[in-house]
C-alpha cells in the first residue's frame, strides 16, 4: 500500500510553484528592463560615433571621452543585470589617464577611449543590444502579451478580423468564435510557458552579453600583469618598511641596552678590587639590562613571525591574541588544516592590525573574529560593535592590510556604517597543507 507523503509535501509542492511563478516574473521583467536598456545604449552609442566624426574639426576631442562615459554608464547597468542572472561580467577597461587640460589634455583623452578596445565592444554591444540580445531578451514578454492577446480574442475577433481582412493564431485561422475560443485556450497555455522559460532565455541571453562585455584574454592578461606589477611594488616597499622598523627596533633597544651593558662591565672591572659593593651594584643594573634586552628581542622576533604561530596555527595564534587584547574576543574557526606559511603569517597581522584598529579607534568593547576555509580560499572576518566610520582613507591601517594581502591576491571588504557595527572580511585564496 502506498505511503501517504502528508500535508508537508503539499506545502512543499505549493512553495515550489511560488518560487517557479516568482522567478518567471522577475526574468520577464528583467528582460523587459535589458530590451529598454539596449534601446538607450544604441541612441548613446550613435551619438558617441557622431562625435567621434567631430573629432576630426576638433570640436569632437571635448565631447568624445564624457559620450563614452556615458555608454560605459550604460553597459555597466548591463553587467550588473547580467550579474544577478548568475552570469558575473567584469569591466574590461584600462584607466583613464590624468591628461590635464586644453587640447593636449583633450587629445590625450580621445587617444586613450580610442586605443581601448572595450569601447569599441561596447559600441558592438549597443548595436546587438536592440537586435540579436534585445529580442532574445523579450520573447518572454512578448508571450505573455501574444497569450493575453489570444484570451481577449473571444470578446474581440469580430473588429480584428474586420480590420485585419482575418487574422491567426498561432496556427489556428480565427473566423469565428468556436476558433476564438480555441485561440484563447492557446493564448492561456502560452503564458505560463512564457513563465517557464523565461529565466532559462535570459540566461541564454546573459551568456551572449557576456562575449560582447567580458574582458578580452589579452585584456585579462593586461590587467593581471598590471596587478603583479603593482603588489610586486607593494610587497618590496612593505619588505624595506619592515627591514627599517627592525633595524630601527634593534638600534633604539636592544642594541643601545647591550652598548650600556658593556660600558657597566667595563666600570666595573675598573672598581672590582677598590669597591666590590659599586660593583655588586653594577652588577645588579646589568642583569637587569640583558633581562630588558632579552625581552625586547623576543618581542621583535614576534613581531617578525610569532612563535605560537609557528608551532600552533593561525588559529591558536589569533586565539593567543584575543587573550592578550582588553576587549572581549571570541574566535571561531572552521579551519582543517593549516594554510602555506606565508598566507597564514598574512593573515595573522592582518587580524592583530584589525584588533589593534578596534581598541585605538572603534570605541568597541566586543569583537567577533571568524576564519573558515571556503571554496579554496581563507575567509577572515572581524566584527566589532564600535561606532563605525572606519574606511580605506582614514589612514588607520587598512590600507596597508590590503597591500599586505594583494600580494597574494587576497581582497579585502568594509561595511562600516555611522553608529556601527564594523565587519572588516578578507579572502586569500590558498591551498590547506596536508596534515600527516
Known amino acids: 500500500m502506498a505511503e501517504d507523503p502528508g500535508p508537508g509535501s503539499d506545502v ?11 522567478a518567471g516574473w522577475s526574468a520577464m521583467g528583467r528582460g523587459l528592463s535589458m530590451f529598454f536598456l539596449g534601446v538607450l545604449a544604441v541612441v548613446l552609442a550613435w551619438v558617441a560615433l557622431v562625435g567621434m566624426s567631430l573629432v576630426l574639426v576638433g570640436f569632437g576631442l571635448f565631447l568624445v571621452p564624457g559620450l563614452v562615459a556615458v555608454l560605459r554608464r550604460a553597459a555597466g547597468a548591463q553587467r550588473r ?45 549597443a548595436q546587438c543590444a536592440v537586435t540579436v540580445t534585445g529580442l532574445l531578451a523579450i520573447v518572454p514578454f512578448a508571450m505573455l502579451a501574444h497569450g493575453l492577446f489570444g ?19 498561432l496556427f489556428v485561422p480565427v ?61 618590496v616597499d612593505s619588505s624595506a618598511a619592515e627591514i627599517r622598523r627592525i ?18 662591565l667595563g666600570a666595573a672591572e675598573s672598581l672590582l678590587d677598590e669597591n666590590p659593593e659599586a660593583v655588586r651594584t653594577l652588577l645588579a643594573e646589568t642583569r637587569d639590562a640583558s633581562m630588558r634586552a632579552l625581552e625586547e628581542l623576543r618581542d621583535l622576533v614576534r613581531g617578525i613571525h610569532p612563535p605560537v604561530l609557528a608551532d600552533r596555527g593561525l588559529v591558536d595564534a589569533v586565539r ?15 579551519l582543517p588544516s593549516r ?41 577572515v572576518s572581524v566584527t566589532d560593535d564600535g561606532h563605525g566610520g572606519a574606511g580605506l582613507e582614514n589612514g ?41
Open 81 to 125: 543585470l547580467t550579474g544577478k542572472t548568475g552570469v558575473p561580467i567584469a569591466e574590461p577597461y584600462r584607466p583613464v589617464p590624468r591628461a590635464g587640460g586644453g587640447w593636449k589634455g583633450a587629445w590625450r583623452r580621445c587617444k586613450a577611449v580610442f586605443t581601448d578596445s572595450a569601447t569599441w565592444r561596447d559600441v558592438l554591444w
Open 175 to 235: 473566423r469565428g468564435q468556436e476558433s476564438a475560443w480555441i485561440a484563447a485556450g492557446l493564448g492561456l497555455a502560452e503564458i505560463p510557458v512564457g513563465l517557464l522559460i523565461a529565466p532559462y532565455v535570459l540566461r541564454l541571453h546573459a551568456r551572449i552579453t557576456r562575449s560582447l562585455l567580458a574582458p578580452t584574454a589579452k585584456a585579462e592578461m593586461g590587467s593581471r600583469v598590471a596587478h603583479l606589477a603593482r603588489t610586486r611594488t607593494d610587497a
Open 339 to 379: 594554510p602555506e606559511p606565508a598566507v597564514e603569517s598574512a593573515a595573522y597581522f592582518a587580524v592583530c592590525e584589525l584588533l589593534t584598529n578596534a581598541t585605538k579607534h572603534s570605541g568597541a568593547r566586543r569583537v567577533l573574529v571568524d576564519i573558515q576555509y571556503r571554496s579554496g580560499a581563507l575567509t
Open 151 to 169: 484570451m481577449a480574442l473571444p470578446f474581440i475577433w469580430e473588429p480584428v478580423t474586420g480590420s485585419w481582412d482575418g487574422t491567426w493564431y
Open 396 to 436: 588607520s591601517g587598512l590600507q596597508g592590510i590590503q597591500r599586505r594581502l594583494a600580494a597574494f591576491d587576497g581582497t579585502l571588504g568594509i561595511s562600516s556604517p555611522a553608529g556601527g557595527p564594523t565587519i572588516v572580511s578578507f579572502q586569500v585564496p590558498c591551498v590547506l597543507t596536508v596534515m600527516s
Open 247 to 264: 633595524e630601527r627596533d634593534l638600534h633604539d633597544g636592544a642594541q643601545a641596552r647591550l652598548l650600556a651593558m658593556g660600558m657597566k
Open 12 to 22: 512543499q509542492g505549493v512553495r515550489q510553484g511560488r518560487d517557479w511563478f516568482t
Open 320 to 334: 593567543s591574541l584575543a587573550l592578550e587584547s582588553r576587549l572581549q574576543v571570541q574566535v571561531t574557526a572552521n
